[in-house]
């Protein structure tokens, strides 16, 4: 089921595309801090993580739609949530910067029965309260919205139009799905799913390609109306808690409290601490660099695809006097990541994976039947890094080797990078804790920033 060699996403011809677009440096401006931001919920799932959890909705339709299958069970376990107001209803959604569409589903909905349930039980979808009575924009009559996904789970309706508002920003006559007829596995906490991405990704049906008209997605249509610059950027939050409890979602301090948590800022930085001398940019590269999705003859952005430049890993001795960086070693090939705060781990090319897991001590290993890599719950953590521009990213320990994330005996732990040879190649939850990241569309580069320690 798993390690198909890396078959190289980096031929010589992206090679080369990436060497003329790169163009990291040291940033020197700050984006200013914006009022319009939200906080986000964060969705855990039990500490047993083993058992199956939520599944990699999202991951998973990404992974499949160029006929790509990868082994991604269990990995969308960790989301974060806002409350979107629709018309005057507030429903509850996933932030996801990994597609692009807004849909929730329709109360009462259709969720459907799957031919091993009894007869007698009642499918549970396990979506929460969605969207009551009619859209005032109306429906688009004809129009269909189908999402289908690789485990098996998948959302249908029409769209429709109303208005959307995020942090005291309306997006008017905003187009939207509304889903009447789904299988889902949720944990009640969600109605839907907020999409963050470009127009593009609303074309793109996973079946087939570009089978249907691009419309402005929900931020699309709050910069073009001029009620924000075309930037919105995410802070996610770990819980310190998380090691502790049993995980529910955490709910968030009240809007404007200095306590660190996660959040959505739009046209600016979210109130958080970070290290401003740790700044990089790197350019958001067009669709026609993620291979799986045959979108070869495409300038256009759909994602958010960026390049970095090299990944460092490796044991350290911290009462070594060799400098912490020479004590790493530096992987400088080059490949498109996306940027993801829909999936819950960072997913990577599996010869530079292994040789991450080859640094815990005693190695992390592959326990079957999880289709993922874990290491002993106390086991000497590596660092590990990622380069942009002249800034190294390292993600922290607890989100290297996730303690909340253990099997019964509570002797391992999962790792929170895995490896896939086919793309999309993901920066996820594990990394975006770790840093700041503005998306500026309007400038087709993202930024990131050190948090400081929380
Ligand atoms: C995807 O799979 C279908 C059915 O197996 C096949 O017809 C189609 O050509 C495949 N598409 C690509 C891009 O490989
Ligand atoms: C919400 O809006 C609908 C029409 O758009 C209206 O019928 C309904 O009364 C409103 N509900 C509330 C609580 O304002
Ligand atoms: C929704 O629209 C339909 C048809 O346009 C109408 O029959 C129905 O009463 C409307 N429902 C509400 C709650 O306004
Ligand atoms: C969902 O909505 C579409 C479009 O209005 C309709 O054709 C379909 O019958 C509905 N399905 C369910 C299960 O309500
Ligand atoms: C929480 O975890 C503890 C020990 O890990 C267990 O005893 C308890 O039953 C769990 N509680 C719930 C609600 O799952
Ligand atoms: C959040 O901040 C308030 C005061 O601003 C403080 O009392 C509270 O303990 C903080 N909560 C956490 C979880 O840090
Ligand atoms: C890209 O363009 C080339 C040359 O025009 C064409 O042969 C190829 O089929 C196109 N690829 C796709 C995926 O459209
Ligand atoms: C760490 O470095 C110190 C000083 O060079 C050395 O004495 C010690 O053996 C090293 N420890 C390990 C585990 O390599
Ligand atoms: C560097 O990483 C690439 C994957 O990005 C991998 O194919 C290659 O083997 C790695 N090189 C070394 C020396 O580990
Ligand atoms: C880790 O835990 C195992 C058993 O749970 C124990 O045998 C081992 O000594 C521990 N290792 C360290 C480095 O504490």
Known sequence: MKVILF??????????????????????FRDALTTNYVSMRRSAPASNALSRGIPSTLAAWRAGSGNVTTNLQNVHDIYYIIDLKVGNQTIPVSVDTGSSDTWMVQQPYECASMFWSSPNSKPNCGLGDGFKGNLSGGIIDGSVFSRSYTDGTFVRGYFGYEDVTIGGLTAKHQQLAIVN?????????????????????????????????????????????????????????????????NGTAVAPPKTGSTN????????????????????????????????????????????????????????????SSVPLADQLTKNTTQFPVMVDAGSTLTILPTDLVQKLYKSFDPPAQYLSGTGLY???????????????????????????????????????????????????HVLGVTFLTNVVAVFDIGATEMRFAARRTY
């Open 7 to 28: 078959s190289g996403l980096v031929c010589p011809a992206i090679a080369g595309l990436l060497r003329g677009t790169a163009q990291p440096d040291r940033v020197a």
């Open 181 to 245: 007829y789904t299988y889902w596995y949720g944990d009640g906490l969600t109605s839907g799913l907020l999409g963050l991405a470009y127009p593009l990704m609303t074309s793109l049906n996973g079946e087939s390609p570009q089978s249907q008209k691009a419309y402005d997605p929900v931020f699309t249509t709050m910069w073009k109306s001029k009620l924000v610059l075309p930037l919105f950027s995410i802070a996610l939050s770990r819980d310190e808690e998380e090691n502790k409890k």
């Open 260 to 319: 660190e948590t996660s959040f959505l800022a739009l046209g600016g930085l979210p109130p958080v601490d970070y290290d401003d001398g740790s700044w990089a940019r790197t350019p958001i590269q067009s669709m026609q660099l993620l291979k799986e999705w045959g979108l070869d003859n495409t300038t256009e952005r759909g994602l958010y695809v960026i390049v970095a430049d090299s990944y460092v890993y490796g044991r350290t001795n911290s009462t």
């Open 374 to 424: 874990y290491a002993p719950c106390n086991a000497t953590i590596p660092k590990f890094g990622v380069q942009i521009g002249d800034s190294t990213f390292y993600i922290a320990p607890e989100d290297l080797l996730k303690q909340a994330a253990h099997d019964e005996t509570g002797y391992w732990c999962r790792v929170g990078v895995t490896d896939s040879d086919s793309g999309p």
